[in-house]
């Protein structure tokens, strides 16, 4: 019944300033300095967004052209499973031409292994059991908006994540057959990516994980999204997810991994790329990569994904249906509570378990509105261990990694 209309709800519609109904957008923008009592999370209206164009993909907002950037809407997040279409996307160099036989592709085995092999793709496939799980791919810098002063890299709101349905072989079933001897430590991937600069030679990134990660039975090279051929932008015909962690080293293209007797050192690994502040530092400080430690698995994380933000309510509204999605890395997420009166009280709300495990969790409530007028709605996700998520995005890092505040959406019940 109540919901009329939404008031140019998207963010990206709030920014255009398209459609001043009752609450314009530069109402809403004025209000949302970062340090201003009202945190819901709009984007900083000054940089207009940009809506990618791209065959097989919605209007995802652009966050950077070259390499290209793109993240979902919160309102976009609403499926229990992202389609293909509505996925971020996350490069760091140019996107290969696909590959004219998709089954001679070939995957590289060598380094700390009893048999180094190549495997075409085709093989693969045949020779190692399928398995499918739904399960969380996160960009490592995903919340760095919230930040402040801002850290440098793609100003992600919530958006760098989605929950895809993923079939491929278990990477741990490949290294087995290659034999894992006892000095591996760490893996390195690499794509068939060109570098920005388009020097071949040269990875746009290389990370790996440690062999225990590399052996979860989770950790997938994947062959299909949402029971698809893999999309070239996803990285067809074949990439890696890494669940849970930061989605950098689920790499796209993937063409070798490369067992390692040590951390691996490829681009990506080292400087303040990936690695959170071992101790706090200023904000805004220079920091020092000495100082720092490789990001592993993602945080916390909720997102609203309904109502939209900036949705209007009709005059006499005193309930309002919520849901979202929440995930917590490596974790299961415990609980999610609601605040309607800017975290003075919270309200449990109903959390769904997880289909498996690294698949985000659906979370819904009833919410009782008690006037017309401007309410802002926070959640805030609580994981298996006890761990929530801090009012502001804190332990600032050069590069911003691990902002991971409550969600915010604003409504406005008409008087
Ligand atoms: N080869 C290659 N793999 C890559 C990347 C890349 O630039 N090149 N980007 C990584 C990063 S940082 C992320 S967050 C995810 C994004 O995957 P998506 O574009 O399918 O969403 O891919 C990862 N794999
Ligand atoms: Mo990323």
């Known amino acids: 019944m109540p919901r009329t209309d939404i008031i140019k709800a998207s963010r990206r519609n709030l920014l255009k300033g398209a459609g001043a109904v009752a609450v314009g957008s530069a109402a809403f923008g004025a209000s949302l300095a970062p340090t201003g009592v009202a945190l819901a999370q ?10 990618l164009e791209m065959e097989g993909k919605a209007k995802l907002v652009v966050l950077g052209d070259k390499p290209l950037n793109a993240e979902t809407p919160a309102e976009w997040t609403d499926d229990d499973v992202t ?15 696909a590959p004219a036989d998709a089954k001679a592709w070939k995957i590289k085995i060598d380094g700390e292994v009893d048999k180094p092999m190549e495997i075409a793709l085709g093989d693969l496939m045949s020779r190692f059991p ?20 801002e850290a440098r890299g793609n100003q992600w709101t919530n958006g760098g994540a989605g929950c895809a349905e993923w079939t491929g072989v278990r990477l741990a079933d490949v290294l087995k057959a290659a034999g894992v001897k006892p000095s591996a430590v760490y893996t390195g991937h690499y794509g068939a990516d060109p570098h920005l600069s388009g020097d071949a030679s040269k990875p746009s990134i ?32 074949v990439r890696l997810i890494v669940p849970g962690w930061a989605g950098s080293s689920s790499t796209k293209w993937l063409t070798r991994i490369w067992v390692r007797d040590k951390v691996h050192d490829g681009p990506g690994m080292g400087g303040f790329s990936y690695r959170l502040a071992k101790t706090p530092i200023v904000p805004g400080s220079k920091g020092d990569p000495k100082d720092t430690v490789i990001l592993e698995a993602m945080p916390v994380r909720s997102v609203i994904s309904f109502p939209a933000d900036g949705t209007k309510l009709a005059a006499g509204t ?3 249906d919520l849901r979202g999605h929440a995930w917590a890395g490596e974790n299961e997420v415990k609980s999610v509570d609601i605040s309607i009166d800017y975290g003075v009280t919270w309200k449990p709300a109903k959390v769904d378990a997880p289909p498996n495990k690294y698949a985000w969790q659906r979370f819904s ?16 996700a609580t994981d298996s261990k006890g761990v929530t998520q801090p009012f502001v995005a804190g332990n600032w890092n050069p590069q ?11 409504v406005l019940v008409a008087s």
Request: glycine share 12%.
């Open 42 to 51: 709009g984007a900083p209206a000054a940089k207009g967004p940009k809506l």
């Open 83 to 97: 389609p293909i279409d509505k996925f971020f996307i996350r490069n760091n160099g140019l996107v290969p031409d």
């Open 130 to 149: 399928n398995v499918s799980y739904k399960m969380m791919l996160e960009c490592g810098g995903n919340g760095r908006s919230f930040f402040s002063p």
């Open 206 to 237: 290389s990370r790996g994980v440690p062999i225990a990660k590399a052996m979860e039975p989770h950790t997938l090279i994947v062959f299909k999204m949402n029971g698809q051929d893999l999309p070239l932008i996803h990285g067809a015909p």
């Open 318 to 320: 005193k309930k309002l």
């Open 365 to 380: 409530t009833s919410l009782d509105l008690p006037s017309a007028g401007y309410f802002e709605v926070w959640a805030k």
């Open 400 to 410: 911003g990694y691990g902002g991971n505040p409550i969600s915010r959406i604003r």
